[in-house]
């Protein structure tokens, strides 16, 4: 599975903003699709996930501000992100997995985000 995200850039404390991923290939529509994100000298972390099914699960950090939806018949994942905080700023990552046969685990290319004053 391929994928390709949008969005980003700078935007004000308080602010929103909207990142989207497309993904390609086959299983496509059947993974769970979520955001990671990964801020200087941190870890990746989880930002949120969505199943085929439209289950949700968000990080505690963006629980209440972040939305994350999918659109299946277009293989396509959002991130809209409102009140945003300093601490949100970060490269932010697409990713799609599947756990049951074909097996992947597949990430887009960044994109960053950043919170200013």
């Known amino acids: 599975v391929q994928l390709q995200a949008f969005g980003g850039g700078l935007v004000q404390v308080g602010g929103s903003l909207r990142l989207s991923c497309a993904a390609s290939?086959?299983?496509?529509?059947?993974?769970?699709m979520g955001w990671y994100r990964q801020a200087p000298g941190k870890p990746r972390e989880l930002v949120a996930t969505?199943?085929?099914?439209?289950?949700?699960n968000y990080a505690d950090s963006v629980e209440g501000r972040f939305t994350i939806s999918r659109h299946n018949a277009k293989n396509t994942v959002a991130l809209q992100m409102d009140n945003l905080e300093f601490e949100d700023t970060a490269v932010y990552y697409c990713?799609?997995?599947?756990?049951?046969?074909?097996?992947?685990?597949?990430w887009g290319q960044g994109t960053l985000v950043t919170v200013s004053s």
């Open positions: 990713n799609a997995r599947r756990a049951f046969a074909p097996r992947f685990n597949s």
């Open positions: 290939g086959t299983g496509a529509s059947s993974a769970t």
């Open positions: 969505v199943t085929s099914g439209g289950t949700t």
